[in-house]
């Protein structure tokens, strides 16, 4: 049988436009746990939902307790191997985006520009006004919060500033959904890298580009419900995975 790498160089090859869809699985090789396996973020700590966050003072608090402590393990992460070999694929002109569920800014960070990375589930290095939307850097919110004890609000309008994650319950944003929608509908290949495939609307994305007649390939650590339509799945680690299929690309 075939390398996991040359079967997936080879998919690359044939492609024209790929579109790059991470989840969870990619950023766990940085170190940062998933949310739902064993010992993932949600079997730690109970999310906070978004009417809890703007009903509640306390739980404003534990919040931005968590941003702080770093509770949920994505802060001070650096990208691996993965996000790098994505950033290349990109840079390399073959994928024309990388959609996520990951709010953890490693994309970016691995050098893939901001207007290439459409974020479905926000971002949790900064954060935002829930009223007029102005952006707020955490290391200006650090001192307010965690010197001064007071919680956070909008330096602009005085209204309630929230990490720019979209929270259990609080409406998906419209417009990196219809982003990621026209990307899905004009690729060839749809990549997943690390998805399980079972958050929707995200996971509706793949069946759409299916559709359209693009060829869906998924490397995962796990069976996702997607696998039986897909024209090729890796149960492979990323990393070493997508860095080897690049190389045969060169």
């Known amino acids: 049988m075939a390398d996991p790498s040359q079967l997936l160089a080879r998919q690359l090859q044939q492609a024209s436009r790929i579109v790059v869809f991470t ?16 010992g ?3 079997s730690k700590m109970k ?11 306390d739980k404003r608090r534990e ?3 968590r941003v702080f402590s770093g509770a949920a393990g994505w802060v001070g992460k650096e990208p691996n191997a993965g996000h790098h ?60 919060f965690v010197d001064r004890g007071e919680i956070p609000a909008c330096r602009a309008c005085g209204e309630l500033v929230k990490t720019a ?9 419209e417009a990196p959904m219809m982003r990621a929608e026209a990307e899905t509908n004009l690729c060839d290949l749809f990549l997943v890298l690390g998805s399980s495939l079972v958050v929707t609307p995200a996971a509706h994305f793949p069946v759409k580009a299916k559709r359209n007649g693009a060829r869906l390939v998924i490397v ?31």
């Open 23 to 38: 989840g969870a699985g990619i950023s766990t090789e940085s170190g940062i746990p998933d949310f739902r396996s064993p």
């Open 85 to 144: 070999a994505v950033a290349r694929l990109v840079e390399s002109g073959r994928a024309s985006s990388v959609i996520t569920q990951n709010v953890d800014n490693l994309h970016q960070a691995s050098g893939v520009a901001e207007g290439q990375v459409i974020e479905l589930h926000g971002n949790a290095s900064y954060a935002t006004c829930l009223e007029c939307g102005l952006r707020h850097e955490l290391d200006e919110l650090r001192p307010v």
């Open 165 to 173: 994650t979209i929270s259990f319950g609080q409406q998906m944003p």
């Open 63 to 65: 919040a931005w307790t």
């Open 40 to 42: 993932g973020v949600w």
């Open 47 to 57: 999310p906070i939902y978004f009417q809890e966050f703007v009903g509640s003072e």
């Open 220 to 250: 995962n650590r796990d069976p996702t419900p997607l696998d039986e339509i897909a024209d090729l799945v890796l149960r492979a680690e990323i990393g070493p995975t997508l860095t080897a299929a690049m190389r045969d690309l060169n």
